[in-house]
């Protein structure tokens, strides 16, 4: 006959503990890559949006410092374009097609992209809206959309009083 002795003190672990542990431990692993990714998605998104603020006040800037030294406004068909002479130029031109993402142009060459909308308005010395011949002062106002969704994520207005008025 065959004795069998039972040890009360038996080093290892069972299978069904080690399951649990594993199962335990993939939850675990599973919330932490999620809380991650989502971080990750959160920074990358900030930085596109970063970037389009930066590039959207680096084109209203050019915009404002070229416009403000106008000496005549040329009529233009639209209030999505300004054309006009300045000291050192002429005929510069910033247009926009009207198409929501298409670029904002500087004569042919792009100055800014993913445009949402783009609108020039005319005001003489008393505030006054006036045709562009007439004008003292532009109104600009952009909107830019990085992920082209309903909203804007950069909305910037800049009011250019022209220095060369009358000249």
């Known amino acids: 006959m065959i004795k069998i002795y039972y040890t009360k003190n038996q080093k290892g672990f069972s299978l069904i503990e080690m399951m649990v542990v594993v199962v335990i431990l ?7 890559v999620t809380f991650f990714t989502g971080g990750a998605k959160s920074w990358v998104a900030g930085q596109s949006q970063l970037t389009a603020q930066r590039n959207a006040r680096q084109a209203m800037d050019r915009m404002v410092r070229e416009i ?7 009529a233009s068909s639209t209030s999505l374009e300004i054309n006009f002479n300045t000291p050192w130029s002429i005929n510069l031109k910033y247009s926009w097609s009207g198409n929501k993402w298409d670029p904002i142009l ?12 783009l609108t020039f308005a005319y005001f003489d010395s008393n505030d006054s809206s006036v ?11 952009l909107k830019v959309d990085v992920d082209k969704d309903s909203n804007p994520d950069v909305i910037l207005n800049a009011d250019v009083n022209l220095r060369n008025y009358g000249l």
């Open 26 to 32: 993939g939850l675990i692993v599973l919330g932490l």
């Open 68 to 74: 403000r030294e106008a000496s005549d406004i040329i």
């Open 106 to 117: 500087r004569g042919t060459n792009p100055l800014i992209n993913n445009v949402q909308s």
């Open 131 to 141: 045709n562009p011949e007439n004008a003292s002062k532009v109104h600009i106002d």
